[in-house]
């Protein structure tokens, strides 16, 4: 489909069918991104997993976690010392985390700070994760929030509160599903106006 309407955008020189292919063109390109990542979140592939310092690998993010987010967003980190390393893939956890704050942007029109923090935790009998030591590492943002229904919701495959276009609602089910996969889980925190938390365990 997108071949076809490459050739034909370079045969008709009438703007006003250009400006129609070009629309039909980033429908066509967003449904093929939409189909490449429900593909990823199928294959559920295997990790690369290894020891990793969350500190120095949001540190070697800053760069590009600058750029993706633009000039309105603040990102403060928040890490102890001496915070006991985690075993995961570093690409996927580097993936997970643009996901995370890129909805926290989203959330803040007007832009705000962004807080990554990390905190080592012990987690008993009957609470959201299963019995044991995790590192929990959070990203917060002081934005719309959401209501009951949508925290209960968000972690559903296709499930988006973005405008049409905008999101594939597969970005936090990819987070929760590389948390899970490394021993831990995603539980996402917050209320309508006082923004929001998503908090990954990690073992």
Sequence with gaps: MIGSL???ERRVSDASVKRLIGNAMRGAQRGAALT??????ARRQELN????DIPMLVHSMSEMLDRALGPSVLIETRFPLNLPWIRTDPN???????NLMVNARDAMPQGGPIVVAARSETIGQGQHLAAGSY???AVSDSGEGMGEDTLARATDPVFTTEEVGKGTGLGLPMVHGLAQESGGGLVLKGQRGQGTT?????R
């Design 6 to 8: 490459e050739i034909a």
């Design 36 to 41: 490449q990542r429900m593909l990823v979140f």
């Design 49 to 52: 997993s290894r020891p990793l």
């Design 92 to 98: 996927q956890l580097e993936m997970a985390l643009l």
């Design 135 to 137: 590192v929990c590492l």
């Design 198 to 202: 998503a908090d990954c365990g990690f």
